[in-house]
């Protein structure tokens, strides 16, 4: 089964919201699999958003994805990838459709809400970034 990996970032941590983005996907076909509260250091940052590194805005969302903690979480389902990304809407909350998680929670296209893997490739290489086999489970 098809698993992604889902991050809570500083800005919806801060406004009390993790729970209520991980319940809407439990609510939608996603299996939570995986769950840890962390606060990402620098080097962990620079290797998740790696692909990002030449892009302006790097040193800004290295600072705001270390700025407080986090959650991780790993869904699991059908299309789990294809799907988050279509809950969660557009990256820019400004371009979000209505009813996505971005569209209700994001703030601005760096404050928002969530990260969630863009492809199966890229789930497999961020969830072992974030979880150790023994702390995704099969139930
Ligand atoms: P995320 O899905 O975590 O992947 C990369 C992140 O970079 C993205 O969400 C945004 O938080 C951030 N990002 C993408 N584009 C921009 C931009 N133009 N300016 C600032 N931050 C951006």
Known sequence: ????????????IK???????????ETHRLKLVGLK????????????YA????KPFFD???????????????????GAVENIRK????TNP???DVGTVRWDFGIDIQQNATHSSDSLETAK???????KDSEIFDY
């Open 87 to 90: 809950l969660m809407g557009n």
């Open 15 to 25: 406004r009390g919201l993790a729970t209520t983005i991980l319940s809407r996907l």
């Open 1 to 12: 089964m098809e698993r992604s990996l889902v991050l809570i970032k500083p800005d919806a």
């Open 94 to 96: 400004a371009k979000a």
């Open 37 to 48: 509260m962390l606060h990402v250091d620098k080097a962990m940052a620079e290797l998740h």
């Open 60 to 78: 800004d969302l290295i600072d705001f994805i270390t700025s407080s903690p986090i959650v991780a979480a790993v869904f699991e389902g059908e």
């Open 125 to 131: 290489k961020e969830i072992k970034l974030f979880f």
């Open 51 to 54: 692909v990002h590194k030449e």
